[in-house]
T-cell receptor
Framework: NAGVTQTPKFRVLKTGQSMTLLCAQDMNHEYMYWYRQDPGMGLRLIHYSVGEGTTAKGEVPDGYNVSRLKKQNFLLGLESAAPSQTSVYFC????????????FGPGTRLLVL | GNSVTQMEGPVTLSEEAFLTINCTYTATGYPSLFWYVQYPGEGLQLLLKATKADDKGSNKGFEATYRKETTSFHLEKGSVQVSDSAVYFCALSDQEAAGNKLTFGGGTRVLVKP
């Protein structure tokens, strides 16, 4: 049981390049989330998904797209990277039940030059 | 909308000192409250949670009580260790809202010196 995993761990991009971040969870959770973490700003929600085939915008969705083709995977895409997207990206998945709790992956550090 | 405010760090302590990190929130409805911890170079780990007024969450010697009257969820530990050095995040979740999204505070860095 690996929990939530993210690939890659670190990536350097040039402005205008594209990439996809992969998040995978093996806990059969319905809900998944993508956050970015910037110094002094806590975590901000980019996009989320409440189930396979569904996605929704979070607080800071501009410049990102997501897909949830399989329940266990949630992909975050940057079509044309900008220096403002330099950040640490965290994926999370959420339990069901009476108290819904999010569990996080180890993060992907992205540097856009 | 929902918001979480927590004390800015860094907080520097000596080993065995008492730790308090203040957290207050603004929310509609009756949110669940969480503390997450982030050790250097790692992701966020759930530390403790509380779901209703007067609930006390506890884990690894840390405690926090859900105070609805003061809209607070302060984190405490009676005797910190060097291994408690980390960034601590307070968060709330409106469990009835679409997406059950978490709203985070800005994080408080704690440094425990031997």
């Amino acid at each position: 049981n690996a929990g939530v995993t993210q690939t890659p761990k670190f990536r350097v991009l040039k402005t205008g390049q594209s990439m996809t971040l992969l998040c995978a969870q093996d806990m059969n959770h319905e809900y998944m989330y993508w956050y970015r973490q910037d110094p002094g700003m806590g975590l901000r929600l980019i996009h989320y998904s409440v189930g396979e085939g569904t996605t929704a915008k979070g607080e800071v969705p501009d410049g990102y797209n997501v897909s949830r083709l399989k329940k266990q995977n949630f992909l975050l895409g940057l079509e044309s990277a900008a220096p403002s997207q330099t950040s640490v990206y965290f994926c999370a998945s959420q339990t069901g039940g009476a108290v819904k709790t999010q569990y996080f992956g180890p993060g992907t550090r992205l540097l856009v030059l | 909308g929902n918001s979480v405010t927590q004390m800015e760090g860094p907080v520097t302590l000596s080993e065995e000192a008492f730790l308090t990190i203040n957290c207050t929130y603004t929310a509609t409805g009756y949110p669940s409250l969480f503390w997450y911890v982030q050790y250097p170079g790692e992701g966020l780990q759930l530390l403790l949670k509380a779901t209703k007024a007067d609930d006390k969450g506890s884990n690894k010697g840390f405690e926090a009580t859900y105070r609805k009257e003061t809209t607070s969820f302060h984190l405490e530990k009676g005797s910190v260790q060097v291994s408690d050095s980390a960034v601590y995040f307070c968060a709330l979740s409106d469990q009835e809202a679409a997406g059950n999204k978490l709203t985070f505070g800005g994080g408080t860095r704690v440094l425990v010196k031997p």
